[in-house]
């Protein structure tokens, strides 16, 4: 388009000279033209100069933007889904572009809220399934005190908590603020309280099933977006439901998100209607006393322990923070916008001007989603990168959660071996990040013995150090034996969301990656 319309502009000069060039002769104005279509012919000659020029303008831009790209220091994350990648790309803002992750915190907050009701989902499906499992049968009502009897204050049948000092009494324990359960730990039964309680926050779930499918509808209709392959070969493909809020590559559910926003003021200017996310916060915060009774109670704690299940292990786990959540005034810190989980697919490429360290400085990291389904889409971005960290939980108790059978920590060590050997990759610098240390930490403290899941671990000691040694050897050893040439092997032990000590592995990350950067264009 832009060659055909240079006569008129570049080459006008010489339009004389181009009496045999047929292009020319084409465009020649007719003999015998009129002032009229003379005038015509003239403006549409200067419209097209004008759209000419601006498609040079956007060649001219494509091209420094090339440029750009071509020198600035390009990082791949990768892991398995749940790994810690974005929280590991999170990381990096905070500590290098920390305006523009703080611009962000209102889109985080209703994330943050969703994550909130996907943990209180789970924690209200296990009430039931407890309520339901043939053991369970409702434990009769306490007695109910002669005095309330006699006033008449209860319905007939309603289940009275017991009076004590440790729930306030039974006249506040009828009320919603209440502990449920005042028997100790191990003995404390669900009773009709908790079913009922259950029952006054089922509809907190409708609304967050409702704002997911507005954010991400081809998600909400449970379809797996991407085809089920692994890295290079394909496998039986699986179809895992969407248990989570995904975000799809690119920033399309910020847009959705300001215009829900927008759609909430608008409403409020006409002076009544509220919109999704006001009206997600109000029932939030309509709901937070029950909330906290229920995760606070102690048959509910006992139920979780006697079925071994670690809610706080479970990512975008808001539940210790209720009563700031679901506030209405609720706004995130940076540690709650680190700690918020938001499932990837595809791979988002995310620029960064340094503000901080190498300040104007330009980085490009590429975010990729880490489930199986989604790595055959890393590979277009192998052969231009400098740099990989590859995360790596040694969450050797895990199983993978789009196929139960396969073991996380295996699924780590073989994905390791695939990118160490892989001959796009030969030149790029690996780190390896041993992620979600804390929650290794909880692990071996809570007894899991390493050994039952990796019997070559043998008798060594259960702890952190010996764990981490073993495994260390282990990924050293494939890095070593099977990188395409020999290169450093970069290991750190992570907790990602521990926002203060990953700022410092990180600076050391990018000034060791822009040093082997600038070595390779022979800056220095
Ligand atoms: N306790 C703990 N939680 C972590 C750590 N790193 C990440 N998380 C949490 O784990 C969850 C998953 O982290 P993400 O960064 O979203 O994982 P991802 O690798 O990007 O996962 P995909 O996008 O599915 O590929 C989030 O809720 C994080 O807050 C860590 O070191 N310790
Ligand atoms: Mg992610």
Redesign the pocket.
């Known amino acids: 388009m832009a060659l055909s319309m240079r006569p008129f502009h570049a080459n006008h000069a010489n339009y004389e000279d181009r009496q045999d060039d047929p292009l020319s002769k084409v465009l020649q104005p007719p003999p015998d033209e009129s002032p009229d279509e003379r005038a015509r012919r003239e403006q549409q000659q200067r419209e097209a100069t004008r759209v000419s020029l601006e498609i040079d303008e956007g060649i001219q831009e494509a091209r420094k933007m090339y440029e750009r790209r071509k020198k600035a220091v390009k990082i791949l994350l990768l892991?398995q889904?749940?790994?810690?990648?974005?929280?590991?790309l999170k990381n990096f803002q905070l500590a290098f572009t920390p305006a523009h992750f703080r611009n962000e915190r209102l889109a985080w907050r209703t994330i943050i809220q969703l994550n909130l009701i996907r943990s209180l989902k789970t924690l209200l499906e296990i009430i039931q399934d407890e309520m339901e499992s043939p053991t369970w049968t409702p434990p009769p009502p306490p007695p109910i005190p002669l005095s309330e009897k006699a006033r008449g204050k209860l319905p007939a049948g309603a289940p009275v908590p017991t009076s004590s000092p440790a729930n306030g009494g039974g006249k506040k324990a009828a009320t919603r603020s209440i502990r449920f359960s005042t028997q100790p730990p191990n003995d404390a039964p669900l009773t009709d309280v908790h079913r009922r309680a259950r029952l006054r926050l089922l509809p907190l779930l409708s609304i967050e099933g409702e704002m997911t499918r507005q954010l991400f509808p081809e998600l909400a209709a449970g379809l797996n977006p991407l085809p089920d392959v692994s890295l290079g070969t394909s496998t039986p493909p699986s179809l895992p439901g969407v248990k989570e809020v995904c975000v799809r590559a690119g920033n399309g559910w910020k847009t959705v998100l300001a215009s829900l926003q927008a759609q909430g003021e608008k409403g409020k200017g006409k002076g009544n209607q509220n919109g999704p996310i006001d009206e997600l916060t109000t029932s939030l915060s309509g709901c937070k006393d029950d909330m906290i009774a229920l995760w606070e109670d102690q048959a509910v704690r006992a139920v979780l322990r006697r079925r071994s299940v670690r809610l706080q292990?479970m990512?975008?786990?808001f539940l210790n923070d209720i009563a700031r959540v679901a506030s209405l005034q609720y706004e995130p810190s940076d540690d709650d916008i680190?700690?918020?989980?938001?499932?990837?697919l595809g791979v988002e490429e995310h620029r960064f001007t340094m503000e901080t360290g190498a300040a104007g400085s330009e980085w490009y990291i590429y975010?990729?989603?880490?489930?199986r389904s989604?790595r055959p889409h890393w590979i277009p971005y192998f052969d231009d990168v400098q740099a990989i960290i590859f995360?790596a939980p040694l969450a050797f108790n895990l199983m993978l959660e789009e196929d139960s059978r396969v073991n996380r920590l295996e699924d780590s060590i073989s994905l390791w071996r695939e990118i160490c050997g892989n001959k796009l990759l030969e030149g790029a610098t690996l780190i390896l990040f041993f992620?979600?240390?804390?929650?290794l930490q909880a692990t071996l403290a809570s007894g899991i013995r390493v050994q039952k899941y990796v019997p070559s671990y043998a008798e060594q000691p259960n702890d952190v150090l010996h764990v981490v040694k073993y495994f260390r050897d282990k990924f050293r050893g494939y890095h070593k034996r099977l990188s395409p040439k020999p290169r450093p092997f970069y290991c750190h032990e992570?907790?990602?969301?521990d926002t203060r000590a990953t700022a410092v592995i990180l600076v050391g990350v990018k000034e060791g990656i822009l040093r082997a950067h600038l070595q390779s264009v022979n800056v220095i």
């Open positions: 892991g889904a749940e790994s810690g990648k974005s929280t590991t292990d990512p975008g786990f680190v700690r918020a989980r938001l499932r990837t975010d990729v989603g880490g489930s989604n995360l992620n979600k240390m804390d929650i992570t907790s990602v969301v």
